[in-house]
């Protein structure tokens, strides 16, 4: 006669709770943003543009400069907004925020060539799954549980009268 036992799994881990994994994937889309306006000053005639006062045909100004700021903070007050709000709010935040940046991330296709297809359909396809499981992740938030008001114990003498 075999016996068998269940042997803990020593890769095994206990699922992840919700706010990190929403401040880990916060990160890496801020990682994959920056990491992507840096590579494409590689792209010919991005530097020279921006040396001639130009970003994307627009006159770089003051204003440019911070409304593209403010675009590149959202997501980076996002790490913390996401360990830090109250559940409900963090959840509707990070609903309505991963929301508007996919069309937002989908803009920076605009005037691309085929040449560099590649390039913007990997960066804006990983940046729109990881919005697409920002999304879930916060749609899919567990709710709490109710909790006994006493605990319940089979000796009478033991019960806690409220």
Same mark, same amino acid.
């Given at each position: ?44 005639? /991005?530097?020279?543009? @921006? ?18 700021? /403010? ?7 996002? /790490? ?15 609903? /309505?925020?991963?929301?508007?940046? @996919? ?18 359909? @990997?960066? @804006? ?38």
């Amino acid at each position: 006669m075999t016996t068998r036992t269940n042997t803990p799994n020593p890769l095994d881990n206990a699922p992840l709770p919700v706010r990190p994994r929403l401040a880990a994937a916060w990160t890496s889309f801020v990682f994959l943003y920056a990491y992507v306006d840096i590579l494409n000053f590689y792209k010919p005639g /991005v530097l020279d543009g @921006i040396l001639d006062g130009l970003i994307w045909r627009f006159d770089i100004s003051s204003t440019l400069v911070t409304i593209f700021l /403010v675009s590149v903070s959202i997501p980076a007050l996002m /790490v913390v907004l996401s360990m830090t709000l109250p559940a409900r709010v963090n959840r509707v935040t990070n609903l /309505v925020v991963a929301a508007l940046l @996919i069309p937002y991330s989908l803009f920076n296709a605009a005037g691309a060539t085929w040449e560099w297809a590649a390039f913007y359909g @990997i960066s @804006i396809g990983i940046e729109v799954l990881l919005l697409a499981f920002i999304l879930r992740s916060a749609w899919a938030w567990p709710r709490a549980t109710a909790v006994p008001a006493a605990p319940v114990t089979k000796d009478p003498r033991q019960q806690v009268s409220v």
